[in-house]
C-alpha cells in the first residue's frame, strides 16, 4: 500500500478522533464541527479515487489501523 493511501486512513483517524472530542464538550464548537467533518469527507472522498469499491477501501484502511497499533 502506498504511503500516500497509508496517511490520508491516519489523517481521517485523527479527524475523527477531532470530532468525537468536539461532540463531547459541554458546548460543541459547530464551526469548528463544520470544518473538521468538511476535511473528513474530503479525505473519504480522496480515498474513494483510489479505491471504489467501499469493501475494498474498509479492507485496506483495516490492515493499515492494524499496522499502525504493531508499529
Known sequence: MS???ERLIAAHRILNREIRR???RRFPDRLRLTRLK???LAI???LFRHFPD???MRRV???AIARARHA
Open 61 to 63: 484502511a483495516r490492515g
Open 54 to 56: 467501499a469493501a475494498e
Open 38 to 40: 468538511k476535511e473528513r
Open 44 to 46: 473519504k472522498d480522496r
Open 22 to 24: 468536539e461532540l463531547a
Open 3 to 5: 504511503n500516500l493511501i
